[in-house]
């Protein structure tokens, strides 16, 4: 029974290393980490609880004793504490809808990762692990470059583009890559040539690769980790064959080439463009956070709510102005923001504990000459060339979480190099017998029994959240297809699954019956019977708003989707005008530099017919963004009203050659220029904008009516045809084609809706 249960510690382990760099399921709205975070729990908890049970048969307990676990355990501690304390509890313990990768959960999966591989693996077996996951990289890292070169092998439609592969971003798999290539090369020239062959592929692949991603933050990461390669090597080259120099220095020349000189390359495949925010910004931002919570920050993964709150209003002069970014520019940035003072500390003494160990463990030490023998061939490849191999792509990990966001395949890469390198050079290992009349003997059972309590009990509530998700998917997709009324029945059970806790998933719930509202409306019935079916989906959509503030208040979203729900029951529900301000002033005070919500609490004061109280928000999102194509629309549209259309028009003109691109802008002076009978211009606006935006809905709703006024029946019908795959329960579009089909005037018998498709609020759009 003890070999079966040491078989499946291990076995879970090595099937974990192998599963991390290319797992994935098309399951979920969030592909990669979400679902790797599944599998790194279940895993962990199942070699665990048999490493334990093991123990607990053989009567003894075998551990090592390193100091540096002490910290491992702190950290853990912390983020804990940090967890509980979280402006939003829920995500921070699992992840999502935060940053799966900072979760309190997938912390602790790595760290028990971490503990089995400390204590249940012996050297022989770490190489026998690492050449298992260099495998799999290896087949992670040619199927990435074959998605930047264009050639998509598996048949899924989210997998068809350049920027999906099994490890995160593009820029991710670069950094994933650049810190396993130094214990590659550390291992080419001391293995046998079955190993080395393929070891010298992954080389020449992941170097391949490498230069058709050209990021200069792997370069650097690849140059630290050679750099100590070499080191080490020059030091035991007696060892090594000859010529072993030329890859490495060739390695490094490269690395200072693309990494210091950030030299481009031409010709090859353009690669997506991945933005986040700067080092600087990042920095400001942990500031102003540290600030408000000082000791234990705003809770793992809440970066997004910082970021929110305290991003330079100089970004609204960007195109990611409306962007609200999850993660930092690195992770030790993102760590500083959201864990306080205490969370980084912590972690920044195991990266530094673990430095001043791995050099002390590798540098040389003299012996005196009774003490000194001819080390085994085996005694020197793992201290020899192993050792040093591991440690080179752990410095390179270090590097890494200063110049970038890590992903859970880089996490995981860390915390298994940790492990491995203490496993690689032990020297302090005691066993505990498990007698009778021992303390042993109860504390290891009652921690046998905790864990397996809270593996099966965690375990279980992620197969629902799992499950959750599978649901939140379907509802998308039932969406996209029209499908209004079974995409609320999937997100409902969605709230089911996770007991009500997740924010998002009541956020879009209230949208849904929204849109369910809206299709309800075009049905002909009598004004008892619409009250009847309405009125509840009115409770719903507003019940679901805000459960999604009592849920997470700190939350910019929730409160800005809770104003926009309010805004459209004003003449509707008492109180609602109210409710919808109240909702857009709290959103404002989350994310004080964002034009929209002042925009969005401006219409809602025009609809209380507050027209200054509205022009003044709109006043205020221009002197947040001067080209806010929205709001220099509806300080243009109130000047129609006091007969100065012709200064609206220049209002947006001039918003126009500020921002050429914007396809709000093309719409909106569209809508000018068709209100003053301009119908040449407006053509040529709504043509632009939907040029920009293809389902641009309402820009070609006003273009068909264009056409039509010319008399082009068959271009009306393409538009308002397109309009109907976009929008395929609104009956106004239908009974406008059907009045195209038969040759009447579009709008014959239509009382037009303006505008007639409803725009989700565009901070919602993830």
């Not at 080390?375 to 270090?398: C, D």
């Not at 998933?505 to 004004?527: F, N, V």
């Not at 939907?690 to 010319?710: M, P, W």
């Amino acid at each position: 029974m003890s070999n079966i249960l040491d078989k499946i510690t291990k076995t879970s382990i090595y099937l974990l290393v192998f599963l991390m760099p290319l797992f994935f399921l098309p399951w979920t709205e969030n592909l990669l980490d979400f679902n790797k975070q599944a599998l790194l729990v279940f895993l962990a908890f199942v070699s665990l609880i048999c490493f334990l049970l093991k123990s607990l048969i053989e009567g003894k307990i075998t551990l090592n004793v390193e100091r540096f676990n002490l910290l491992v355990i702190l950290f853990l501690l912390i983020l804990a504490i940090g967890t509980y304390t979280s402006v939003y509890r829920y995500a921070s313990f699992w992840g999502w809808p935060f940053n799966i990768t900072a979760s309190f959960l997938t912390t602790l999966g790595f760290v028990l990762v971490y503990f089995v591989v400390l204590n249940a693996f012996q050297k022989k077996e770490i190489f026998g692990l690492l050449l298992l996951l260099m495998t799999s990289s290896l087949l992670a890292v040619i199927f990435g470059g074959l998605q930047i070169f264009g050639q998509f092998i598996l048949p899924f439609d989210f997998s068809k583009v350049v920027s999906f592969n099994t490890i995160g971003t593009v820029n991710g798999l670069g950094i994933f890559l650049a810190i396993l290539l130094p214990l590659v090369l550390s291992l080419i020239f001391t293995t046998k040539k079955l190993i080395q062959a393929l070891l010298t592929i992954f080389a020449i692949m992941g170097l391949a690769v490498l230069l058709l991603i050209n990021f200069w933050p792997a370069w650097i990461v690849l140059l630290v980790g050679t750099m100590v390669i070499l080191v080490f090597g020059i030091s035991k080259r007696e060892n090594l064959m000859p010529g072993w120099l030329i890859l490495p220095m060739l390695f490094l020349v490269l690395s200072i080439f693309f990494g210091i000189f950030r030299i481009g390359i031409p010709g090859l495949p353009a690669t997506p463009l991945e933005v986040s925010p700067s080092q600087k910004a990042s920095l400001e931002i942990a500031k102003q956070a540290l600030e408000e919570k000082p000791v234990l920050g705003t809770g793992p993964g809440s970066f997004v709510y910082n970021y929110s709150k305290f991003k330079s209003e100089t970004l609204n002069e960007t195109i990611f102005w409306a962007v609200r970014f999850s993660t930092s520019a690195s992770d030790i940035l993102d760590k500083l923001s959201t864990l306080g003072i205490l969370g980084f500390l912590s972690f920044l003494a195991i990266l530094g504990f673990f430095l001043v160990l791995g050099i002390n463990k590798l540098t040389p030490k003299e012996k005196k000459e009774a003490e000194v023998q001819e080390p085994s061939q085996e005694v020197s490849f793992y201290e020899g060339t192993l050792s040093p191999g591991v440690f080179a792509s752990w410095l390179g990990a270090l590097v890494g979480f200063f110049l970038y966001p890590v992903n859970v395949s880089i996490g995981f890469l860390f915390w298994v190099l940790t492990a491995s390198f203490l496993v690689l050079t032990r020297d302090k290992v005691k066993t505990w017998t498990l007698e009778s009349s021992s303390k042993n003997a109860i504390l290891v059972p009652f921690f046998f029994i905790l864990v397996l309590v809270l593996g099966l009990s965690i375990c279980f509530m992620a197969g629902q959240r799992y499950l959750a998700e599978v649901r939140y998917r379907q509802s998308i997709v039932a969406w996209q297809e029209g499908q209004t009324e079974e995409a609320v029945n999937y997100l409902l059970s969605s709230v089911s699954l996770t007991n009500g806790n997740q924010d998002n998933y009541w956020r879009d719930l209230s949208q849904m019956y929204l849109l369910r509202i809206a299709q309800e409306l075009q049905i002909d019935r009598t004004p008892e019977e619409a009250s009847n079916v309405i009125t509840p989906l009115i409770n719903n959509a507003v019940n679901s708003a805000k459960v999604a503030t009592d849920i997470s208040p700190q939350n910019v979203a929730n409160w800005s989707v809770r104003g926009f729900v309010y805004g459209q029951m004003i003449n509707v529900l008492d109180g609602a005008d109210e409710w919808a301000i109240k909702s857009y002033e709290e959103a404002i005070k989350l994310e004080p530099t964002n034009p929209y919500l002042y925009t969005e609490l401006g219409r809602v004061y025009l609809a209380k017919q507050e027209t200054e109280k509205g022009k003044e928000q709109f006043e205020k999102a221009l002197d947040l963004k001067s080209d806010y194509a929205a709001a220099r629309f509806h300080i243009a549209s109130l000047d129609p009203e006091a007969n100065k259309i012709d200064e609206a028009i220049a209002e947006m003109e001039d918003a126009k050659t500020r921002g050429p691109f914007d396809v709000g802008v093309a719409f909106q002076l569209g809508i000018l220029y068709y209100n003053d009978n301009q119908f040449d211009k407006a053509k040529a606006e709504f043509e632009r904008a939907v040029l920009l935006d293809e389902n641009y809905s309402n820009a070609r709703y006003f273009l068909g009516l264009i056409y039509d006024k010319e008399g082009k029946k068959e271009q009306a019908i393409s538009q308002f045809e397109k309009i109907e795959v976009l929008n395929p329960d609104n009956q106004e579009v239908k009974t406008i084609l059907a009045n195209l089909r038969e040759g009447k005037a579009a709008l014959e018998g239509v009382t037009p809706a303006q505008p007639p498709i409803e725009e989700r609020p565009e901070e919602v759009l993830e």
